[in-house]
């Protein structure tokens, strides 16, 4: 992964913030939210998402011959040290992780312009969730027509969705949002690390120091086992799959209990919103504040041209 001293890096206004780009796959990182290296901590998930989602990308990026990173200037960027590519296949791994990258980089985009507009209205938890999922639904479509020399039919939506809606909701923690719904159980899983396949972060056996932020639970030592051997291309993404691969059924089942929990809570709220407010339909509409409306995701980054690649 590339590091970048781009004076970008940290915007100092809103119109030091990029224009968001159009590139897919997302071919840059070097000017966006920090993510670091190997090794994580357990629980880590946004950055175990993250940092497999970029080396998907890249992947796709070489299958296709073109520059897999390119700089804020549009450059092809080399890092000092490069990395050994992993099997480039745009199998399911690769389109997964590869639309949970650009929605995700469409976000942070987003998010950073906020961060600078002092008269915005806070959205709910259930106005991002709506935002996120239509951004996930059209760069899908966009997904779809970017799978060259693929050997069995696209994903479909339902197969890679879970993943991407529990990846962004981890992401989702740091925005400033209101009417949350209820917190997450302890042991909650949003996904299992072996669906990032051949891109997860690697480690040798390693031991840290957890502080759980929970009031009077105690620090413990955690032991990190080495990775497993990295797997083929063509594992599995779907979740019923994932976990049950992992050895994960009883997560599974909490993760399915705290999602129903989730979605009452979104009913509730939706219903008590629509009953504490008397105005009209169009009056409604207008008085919810706008989400960031989703730039339409093109096969080529807006600041170099790269060869076509329908």
């Known amino acids: 992964m590339a590091v970048s001293t781009s004076s970008f890096f940290h915007p100092r206004s809103a119109a030091e913030v990029p224009a968001t780009p159009l590139a897919f796959p997302r071919n840059n990182w070097l000017s966006l939210e920090a993510f670091g290296f190997p090794p994580y901590n357990t629980r880590e998930y946004k950055y175990e998402a993250c940092w497999a989602a970029a080396e998907a990308s890249m992947s796709w990026s070489r299958t296709l011959g073109v520059a897999a990173e390119v700089d804020t200037d549009g450059t092809p960027y080399v890092p000092a040290v490069p990395r050994a590519p992993a099997v480039d296949v745009v199998d ?49 479509d966009t997904t779809l027509k970017k799978t060259p020399g693929r050997e069995r039919p696209a994903p479909t939506f339902e197969e890679v969705y879970w993943f991407v809606r529990d990846a962004l909701d981890v992401c989702g923690d740091e925005w400033d949002l209101v009417a949350r719904p209820p917190r997450r159980p302890e042991g909650y899983i949003p996904f299992p690390t072996s669906v990032l396949g051949r891109f997860a972060a690697t480690y040798a056996q ?105």
């Open 92 to 140: 399911d791994t690769v389109f997964m992780l590869a639309l949970f990258d650009k929605v995700h980089e469409i976000m942070w985009y987003a998010s950073m312009r906020a961060v600078f507009d002092k008269n915005r209205t806070r959205q709910t938890a259930l106005q991002w969730t709506t935002w996120t999922d239509d951004l996930v639904e059209s760069v899908y």
């Open 206 to 310: 390693h031991s840290y120091v957890e502080v759980i932020d929970v009031p009077g639970a105690e620090e413990r030592l955690v032991t990190v086992p080495a990775s497993a051997d990295v797997p083929a291309p063509w594992q599995p993404v779907e979740e019923g799959a994932v976990y049950a691969a992992s050895g994960l059924h009883a997560a599974l089942k909490l993760k399915d209990a705290y999602r129903a929990e989730q979605d009452a809570f979104y009913d509730d709220f939706e219903h008590a919103t629509l009953q504490c407010d008397p105005l009209s339909g169009a009056q409604l509409d207008a008085a919810i504040p706008p989400t960031p409306s989703a730039p339409t995701v093109s096969s080529a980054p807006t600041r170099t041209p790269l060869p076509d690649l329908g």
